[in-house]
């Protein structure tokens, strides 16, 4: 045994150094298979159009479904809390969908998440490719939605008078990219850890659920008791970017605070998401 | 000697039966005696095989069912990590072509195509200067812009050859899924490896069909329980092969033109 694996020295010094730590675990040398940039730039494409089109078949029918949803419960919500309740809140439908929409992403990329590289089967077990590509291209695929919404905001804004301000030219791309990078490593996290428990998607389903009323998007923050209110901010990693959210588009303004405190989530996320990616993800192919 | 571009050195796999853990809930509930289950509870599909191929050889395996064939290939195509051992692989490398292709079933024939390329490391202008040649290879008419769900099984295998002999690769994987394609298309494979046979494209076979090693390969080897049981001249293994599972080998009835 010994005597075969110093033949591999040509492989790497390290086999030599540690003979016996070579046989426990296997390694695997791969050379003449690196991938260009164009590569990388052209899987990327390839996969989101393989996305949008199994997803909705048709482009602009597509788009109209990525409205419908959070318009319905934008509607939904303004007439039981609006119609019904009177709540006070001043422009209640704009209000809402400045929450809604951004929430919307955000849920859709969770809970679409643990079925992704379920999904991806037949070419995971085919091919060697960064894997981390699939929920890569799912949640800028979410995100590529969200943003072609923005001008039904816009619209809403026009008919309750209101301008967008200066301040979406830093405060969009500032909170596109927390909370692309949080909802990466979300997904990256369920996804791998779904081929081992396949009933992840209901668990997650739960979980945006009850998260969804406990983060101000159909109510603002001061509707938290005063007492608890820094605690529910704190402890709920999607508050303080929905917060934010809402503030910019409404107010044209950011909370430096909060900003800090989603963008500690989001790298805690990719952290905890990514590590998780790294140890399973050599185990993919024979769990599918 | 030439340069060995495929390199297996005493390399173990097994499979962890997970069919235990039914899902989340019940983890949580037995976190400990699944965690222990996990651990122990392996099957060995490989066992200590050391192997190499050699730049432009066409090497056949072949074996019972369950050997550890299709788990060889895969963890060529690096889709597999192996428990043991080294693997040591130069060169670009074909999506594994195999039963139930690495394709989306939504999409179509053609994207199907740009998508298998882009995944074994092709730009898309790469793609596209090949493709009408493999459309034209696969015959597979207005079938090319339907999605692959509709696709026989021969259609299937039909595409996934086209894409992987017309890529350029230069290390061809295939499993067995050339017995499904219509006698038309076999002539056709047979053709194209044959074409090969002169060129530097290394191949990898794994079949059950005795025709194809001997017609294909230029080397060939037999797994039986797990390990290697035989390398070499393929004619020679196959003949041991047929003796070990009693069935009759006469090289005189092997057919010089099929698969
Ligand atoms: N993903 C998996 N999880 C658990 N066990 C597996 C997995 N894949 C294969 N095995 C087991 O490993 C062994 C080898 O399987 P493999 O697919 O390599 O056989 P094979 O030689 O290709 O057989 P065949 O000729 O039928 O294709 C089999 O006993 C099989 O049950
Ligand atoms: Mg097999």
Known sequence: ?288 | MREPVISFQNVSKSYPLYGHIQGIKNFLFDVSRSLAAIKKERFEALRDISFEVYRGEKFGIIGRNGAGKSTTLGMIAGVLKPDRGNIIIRGRISPLLSLGAGFHPELTGRENVILNGVLMGLTRREIMQKMEEIVEFSELGEFIERPTRVYSSGMMARLGFSVIAHLDPEILLIDEVLGVGDIRFQQKCLNKMKSFQESDVTMVLVTHSVASVVNICSRAMWIENHVVKMIGDPIEVVEHYCEASNVPFNLNTVNKASL
């Open chain 1, 1 to 288: 045994m010994n005597a075969g694996l110093s033949e591999t020295s040509q492989g790497g010094e390290r086999l030599g150094v540690s003979s016996r730590l070579a046989t426990d675990v296997g390694k695997v040398k791969h050379f003449g298979n690196q991938r260009s940039l164009d590569n990388y730039k052209d899987l990327v494409i390839v996969l989101l159009q393989k996305e949008l089109k199994v997803r909705y078949k048709n482009k602009l029918l597509g788009y109209l479904w990525s409205l419908a949803n959070p318009l319905a419960s934008a509607l939904v919500f303004y007439i039981a809390f609006q119609v019904f309740l009177r709540v006070s809140e001043p422009n209640y439908a704009l209000f809402l969908i400045a929450g809604l929409f951004p929430w919307q992403w955000l849920s859709n990329s969770v809970n679409s998440a643990p079925n992704l590289f379920v999904g991806s089967g037949s070419i995971i077990k085919k091919v060697n490719f960064p894997r981390n590509i699939v929920p890569l291209c799912a949640v800028l695929n979410h995100m590529i939605h969200f943003i072609i919404t923005i001008p039904v905001i816009l619209l809403f804004m026009v008919i309750y008078r209101q301008s967008p301000s200066l301040s979406w030219i830093y405060g969009f791309p500032i909170l596109l990219t927390i909370q692309f990078v949080m909802a990466y490593g979300i997904a990256l996290g369920l996804s791998s850890i779904n081929l081992f428990f396949r009933d992840l998607e209901r668990l997650t389903g739960v979980i945006m659920n009850f998260l969804f009323y406990f983060t101000p998007i159909i109510y603002d923050v001061d509707r938290f008791p005063e007492r608890y209110r820094d605690l529910l901010i704190v402890i709920n990693p999607a508050t303080p970017l929905m917060y934010n959210w809402r503030k910019l588009i409404l107010h044209g303004q950011l909370e430096p605070l909060y900003v800090l405190l989603s963008i500690l989530y989001a790298i805690l996320f990719f952290a905890i998401g990514f590590s998780i990616y790294k140890k399973l993800s050599c185990k993919f192919a024979e769990l599918l």
